[in-house]
């Protein structure tokens, strides 16, 4: 480049920078920012302007030359897509009235298909609508700052702003990315029967809403499809009252939309209180719990509700000999929508076969006669708002009622004895759930529940009162997180904290007795696991633990780490393995009085470990299995050693000599599960056996060790259901050997030492009742009665060759010094029937 052309350079950059101060010079005194100007008038006239920054952002204008206010805003209104409103003397509003035309063509993220259905919304707007056949769409009058909000059922949702569709010469294309949601591995599609799966995790998963037919059931009933398993038992033949695999019925974590529940049956066990119809899916852990739950050493029943958005109103309503129900789901709008469930008996109005052999069964050795006034009734309520597309707030209610009333008139009284009972639950809970990024999601939830169960008793002429009260309230936050390390690879986290407190009153007025136990333990739970999946998903790996804190200010504090594993591997096509393992600890029991029981009827208080009488129990179990699954067949077994130290005697219930003892103990489980199920589209057949060896161990009794008072060694099921066209049928046989019981000595049977006399017994448990054996029936007819609404008509037998199984004997001394033998025996013939439609 030469001098002359680098003094030219030189002149035209100085004539440009010249032009350009110029004509900034004159911009600075011939216009302004709007912003800048409203402040002006502001100060100047002593008015105030509301608006939104977005609407006048950037605007500039020409400096305007009144000192006016109204020509002013004359001015601005004029030059400016502003709309100006005085809302009084003093202040005023400017809106963008502004609008575009918008259209587009909606596709999927390969912009091969277009999606046609897809919901178009205009924020700022009440403009909205959907796709065509073609997938294209468009709006006039469309305000210019709004937000375009496109979504359809499996496509991650889309935000636009509105201006950029102006730019554009033709129709905006929209390519819409398909939405992956990690769902749990299903093995097995049909387990003994439809709505009943097995999961990559061994544990099952229950279907409410498709749960096929089961021996013995007309409709689907959560606590008592379960006992279908293998390793799953109820000894006193109550749905509520579940043993998994030799633990008693409080060792179970029981959880409706994450909250823990200390109730969960109607008429004292017999019926289930959680409504099948509103709850979608119920997940039931015998062994390796992943560490996102505390408590429940045997096992663990985690209940869940609505979880997505409805599309339309769904409901249904029926009833069967005992009760009567009605539920619906009601969307409200897009983004909002409840669930409602109600149900109650009638058995304090109307009395059925089903009903006088469940109270048979239900008041059998207690001051209740058949006679007796008694009803229960459940609620529910769900209500799930979507905030935006990734966060969904959800709030659950629920609270189920047993109550009872009954007079009894004797010959020698003025006034009748009267005696009520009432057991209520009430639970409330909120979750938040929030998807972060792609790989990072969040689930915040907070609980409160209150059991309450009260006995009054008014005897002698009412000069004695005898007043029971259980009460449990618990609180419970919990925080978890789970972030995708790799493709296959998630980490979960969390912390959650826990308070429950309960309290045990008895008040006698004649002779005066008063006793008042309360008691509050807090806990801090902090959660990790990591969890696995192979590209070729023949192995899957789920390792992790718990550090629990638990703290009573009164009497003790204690760190418990829980470890826990579950992998499972395919070792050939359609051959699996599964290696399971926990540790795991709870701090609240039921402990089994039979002196101060609720009027004979129910026996379980509810009490907190105190870390000396009864400390805070603990288990550690492993478990190996293998199952072969092919279209038609699935055989499976599982061998297991499970042992919980930290019971109390009392936990027990005891009716011997060990009976008043408080010692504490352990006990031991070595069993095996086994199942082959055979099955198509028309049938299913099956046959389920089960081992136990469950030992107590009590160092301070003699012998120290002896079965379990749940030892049932041998439990067989042999069952199966057909269907032919819209009748479905189910029949099934259930064996159980004998649980162990205590039998007085029969050549000294009475120890008379003592005041008052004792009965003096053998070798605890040294006995076995007869086996156990009840066959039971059922039929299920659907009609359609137009293309929304179907009947479903049903009857079922339970005990239908009506066999007199003894559930459990104990002896008692009567007033003239002989023991009388108490036997406990179960249901008779049962029949029920039930009609519903659902639509």
Sequence with gaps: MTKKHLNNLIFLISLLF???SCLAQNTTDNSILLTDLLVELETKHNVKFSYADKDVFSIRLTKPKYDALKPTLEFIRTTTDLTIVKLNDRYYSLTNTSTISICGYVLDNFEENTIPGATVEIYQSNLTGITDATGAFKFDNVPENSLVHIKHLGYKPVFIEAKEFVNTSECKTIAMALSYQELDEVIVTQFLTTGLNKLSDASIELNPAKLGILPGVSEPDILQAIQALPGIKSVDETVSDINI?????????????GIKMYQTGHFFGLISAFNPYVTQKVSIIKNGTSALFGGGVSGTLNMHTLEELPVTYTGGAGLNLISGDIYGEIPITENLAVQVSARRSYTDFLNTPTYTTFSEKAFQDSEVDNESEFYFYDFTAKLIYE??????????????SNNLNYFETTNDSIAPNRSNLNQDNFSIGSQLQSEWTDDFTSQLSFYYTQYDLDALSI??????????????????????????LKQHLDWMNGYEFTETGIENTTNVNQPPFASNIKGVIRQHGLFSELKYSSENEKLTGIIG?????????NTFKEYIFEPRINVTYELLPNFKTEVLGEFKSQVTNQIIDLEQNFLGIEKRRWILSDGDALPVTKSKQGSIGFNYDTDKLYVGIDGFYKEVSGINVYTQGFQNQNQFDGEIGSYTVKGAEFLINTKNNDYSAWLSYTFNKNDYKFDALIPATFPNNLDVRHSVTLAGNYTIGNLKLGLGLNYKSGKPFTQPDENDPIDETVFPNEINYVESNSSRLPEYVRADASAIYTLKLSDKVKATLGASVLNFTNRRNTLNTYYRIQDDNTI????????????????????
Aim: aromatic share 10%; charged share 20%; glycine share 6%.
């Design 18 to 20: 010249f032009g350009l």
């Design 245 to 257: 695999r030799g633990g008693t019925n409080d060792q179970n974590l029981i959880l409706w939309d």
């Design 387 to 400: 905030v935006n597309p990734y966060h969904q707030v959800s709030v659950s209610m629920i609270n189920m």
């Design 459 to 484: 005897s002698n002429n009412d000069a004695q009162q005898l007043k029971q009260n259980n009460l449990v309230k618990e609180s419970n936050l919990k925080l978890s997180t789970n972030y995708k």
């Design 545 to 553: 633990g718990r550090i629990n804190y638990f703290e009573n200010l």
């Design 820 to 839: 009388e033998i108490i036997e406990r025996v179960s249901l008779g013939l049962t029949p029920n029937a039930s009609f519903r439609v659902q639509f």
